[in-house]
């Protein structure tokens, strides 16, 4: 077997398509969507990761305000300037670029975003009401790879899915979304044993571990057919790769995705959905399903 491959950058362009169209609604009806980022300190991979979250919202029509911040930046002056952008009516969505200096207290300063403006969907607020089944801000990548499997029409119900991660980014959110579709969820992460004998048995791997050479997903970790994501990103003598030995398990999964081209394009493009969600209800307007399931 030779697996499809979930192309996440035609799907993101899908998507995009989509997302301009309401933008020019929005405008017409007196709304402009704004996104607010915050990048602390000069971390490159950081600052590539803000510069093509912008560069998204500038090709959608959605303005992008940047903040950036030196390093040595307090925990009281980020807060400020969040709170100043929780305050101001202008911007529907506040985008903090993680991982934040260590002096800085991630969770905490998550906490300060106005949760109708947590376009990241990382306060305990809106991960609460994922808790509950309902929320319209959900974590960009775990919304993004539930849109590739829409697209792909991969079914998520009944179906046995294992998630390799157990973050407040990926794995948890996932875990939700996954059970809101009744899938049986399963959580592995770096203390589970005898790891291959779980994933062996999913209809669904996802993987996002980002260790490698420590960790790589192998063809003999997967069934016959199985559909396999990786959200991974490890940067291996200067090349992007996932956690999937991919030329193998593409041999034997039905669906596959690449990286690059896979899950992070839809990551980027699911913060603009998201900046548009928070843009339309903060105005009482109702959004039309970006992508139909
Ligand atoms: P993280 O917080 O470090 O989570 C890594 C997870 O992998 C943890 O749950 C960890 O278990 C588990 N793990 C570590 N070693 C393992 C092993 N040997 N066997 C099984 N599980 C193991 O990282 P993250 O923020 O969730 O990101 C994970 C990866 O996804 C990274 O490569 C990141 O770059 C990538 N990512 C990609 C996108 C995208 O848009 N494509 C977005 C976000 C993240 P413990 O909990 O026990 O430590």
Redesign the pocket.
Known sequence: MIATIMDGRALAAEVEVRLKLEVRRLKSLGVEPTLATILVGEDPASRAYVSSKQKAAARIGISSVGHRLPQETTAEELTTLIRGLNSDGRVNGILLQ?PLPGHLDEREMIEQINPEKDVDGLTSANAGKLFYGSSDLVP??PK?VMELLHRYQIRTASSLTVI????????KPLYHLLLGEDATVI??????TD?ASVTRQADIVIT????RP??VLTADMVKDGAVVVD????RVEGRLM??VDFDGVSKRASFITP?PG???P???TMLMQNTLIAAAKSSKILLPPVVPS
């Open positions: 993680l960009c990548t993004g390799v991660n157990r973050s407040t980014l990926v794995g959580m592995c992460h770096s203390k589970s790891l996002a571990v980002g260790r420590q960790f959200v991974a990103m490890n996932g956690d990286v896979g899950v992070g839809m990551t980027v």
